[in-house]
């Protein structure tokens, strides 16, 4: 009895997924984010939050996936479009996805019919989500499960691909989150407009723009090279992620 609970418990840890951008990635947007707030967005969020930062709550999404009463969210955080098609010309999962999903928590907040409570968890929700979606393996494109199948060695330790974009290439810098967000930098005057502009459904067709890069492995075995070639993208990601995550807070508090 007590191998086949230990056997269950392997199955399930082998086969969850991985989770988008880590602790510190997601972090850091929520920084970003929080430098580019509104006044009344931050009134509006601090009576919501109460002294959580949208840095500490963007992992809470994540946190989660061990409460079974969540169990339906667990395909929130990603979606497959697959290369050439769109997202409308693309299967849709009867779950929903990430893009299905922003749209409407975003919609719902907009609305001003939700309860507090509700809207907290809307609001924690968006905040980890406009995260998954700006890591380009969150817009997957076949059936790697997001290049979780994908296996990889980083600096000759057995990962994935997927994991190497979640975490290794931010926590290999081993910059804290605060650091992180540092180094991201500011956007020009017409960066910031540029980026809030856009819609969901752009933010998700350019990470498919990235994935030739994403997925040039070589022979799999990753390292300085790969890193080199691959953090300006890394960077560039979570910068648009927190740019956007404010716009979407400031659009919905005005």
């Not at 098609?85 to 001003?112: F, H, W």
């Not at 040039?216 to 960077?235: I, P, Q, R, T």
């Amino acid at each position: 009895m007590k191998n086949r609970i230990l056997l269950v418990a392997l199955i399930c840890i082998i086969t969850l997924p991985a989770l988008g951008w880590g602790v510190t990635g997601h972090r850091a947007i929520g920084l970003v984010a929080e430098q580019h707030l509104s006044n009344k967005a931050k009134k509006k969020l601090k009576a919501l939050l109460g002294q959580q930062s949208l840095a500490i709550v963007s992992t809470w999404m994540d946190e989660i996936r061990s409460d079974s009463t969540y169990n339906h969210t667990a395909d929130w955080h990603w979606v497959t479009i697959e290369t050439g098609k769109t997202y409308d010309e693309s299967p849709k999962n009867p779950n929903g996805d990430v893009i299905m999903t922003l749209e409407r928590l975003i919609a719902e907040l907009k609305s001003g019919k939700l309860d507090a409570k509700k809207q907290v968890e809307h609001l924690k929700m968006i905040v980890h989500l406009v995260g998954d979606i700006h890591q380009p393996l969150h817009v997957g494109c076949c059936d790697d499960r997001g290049g979780n199948s994908v296996k990889v060695k980083w600096f000759r330790n057995e990962t994935n691909l997927h994991t190497v974009w979640d975490s290794n290439l931010i926590d290999d810098t081993k910059l804290s989150y605060t650091e992180v967000a540092q180094a991201l930098g500011e956007p020009s005057k017409a960066e910031l407009a540029a980026w809030q502009k856009a819609s969901v459904r752009d933010w998700a067709n350019e990470s498919m723009s990235h994935r030739k890069q994403v997925y040039a492995v070589g022979d799999g075995n990753l390292s300085y090279k790969y890193s080199y070639k691959n953090m300006d993208l890394v960077k560039l990601r979570l910068l648009q992620a927190g740019i956007r995550l404010a716009g979407v807070l400031n659009q919905i508090y005005k």
